[in-house]
C-alpha cells in the first residue's frame, strides 16, 4: 500500500520555524517530521510515498532527493493553490499519481506508536474510508455509532454540529486510509476543500468507519509547545 504525506501545510502554529523552511522539515528530537513519518511507514510495509508540497515545497523536494529511497517518492505539487486536505487528494488524482485501490494518509506532524499494520488489515474492500481516532481533549470530535461508523462532527467550543451526534465521541488522529472510489465521488468538489466535510457529505450513503488502537499513543507535533 501507498502512503500519501501531507506536507503542503503553512505551519502557523509553529512560527517563526516556519519562517524559513517548511513543517515537513522542522526537526522534532533531531529529525525532520517527513522522514520520522515516511521511515515509520517503510518500516510498517508501506511501499511508495506521495508528498504534497506547497509552502517552501522546492526545499522539500530538494531534502527527498537527498534520501538513499529517492525512488519511492513521488511529489503532488500544491505551489499554485494550496487545497486542503480533501483538495490534495483530488489534486494528486488529477495529476495521474497511481494511489492503487486503497491508501493511507498521514499527516507530517502526527506522531504515533500505533501498529498501521493492523489498521491495514482492519480496511475492509466495502468501506469507503478508516479513521485513526482516539479518546484525546480537543476542540473537534467526530461522533460514531455503536459500531463506530461515522455520523457527524462536532466543535464543543462553539457549539456547531455537522451531520448528527451519536453514541461514541472521539478525536481524529490525521491518519486514515481511503478507498479510490473517492475520486469519482469528489469529482464535483471544489478545488479546495476539507476531508472532513467530504466525509460528512457521504457518511449517510458510504460506509465510513472510526478506528481505535488500543495503548495508542497520539501526538501532534504541529505545534511549538509541543517540540520542546
Known sequence: MKAFIFAAGLGTRLKPLTDTRPKALVEYRGKAMLDIVADRLKAQGFTGFVVNIHHFGEQIVRHIDGRADHELFEISDERDLLRDTGGAIRH??????????????????????????????????????????????????????????????????????????????????????????????????????????????????????????EGAEILDIGKLEQLK
Not at 464535483?188 to 465510513?208: G, Q, R
Request: proline share 2%; charged share 30%; with cysteine.
Open 92 to 213: 494528486a488524482f488529477r495529476r495521474g499519481i497511481l494511489l492503487g485501490d486503497s491508501f493511507m494518509v498521514h499527516n507530517v506532524d502526527i506522531m504515533s506508536n500505533v501498529d498501521l499494520r493492523k489498521m491495514v488489515e482492519a480496511f475492509k474492500p466495502d468501506m469507503l474510508a478508516l479513521l485513526l481516532v482516539s479518546e484525546r481533549e480537543t476542540t473537534r470530535y467526530l461522533w460514531f455509532d455503536d459500531i463506530m461508523r461515522l455520523t457527524g462532527w462536532e466543535n464543543v467550543k462553539t457549539g456547531e454540529v455537522k451531520g448528527r451526534r451519536s453514541s461514541v465521541k472521539l478525536a481524529f488522529a490525521g491518519v486514515h486510509i481511503l478507498s479510490s472510489r473517492v475520486r469519482e465521488l469528489m469529482e464535483p468538489w471544489d478545488e479546495k476543500f476539507s476531508i472532513i466535510d467530504f466525509y460528512l457529505s457521504v457518511c449517510a450513503d458510504e460506509k465510513i468507519y472510526g478506528y481505535v488502537s
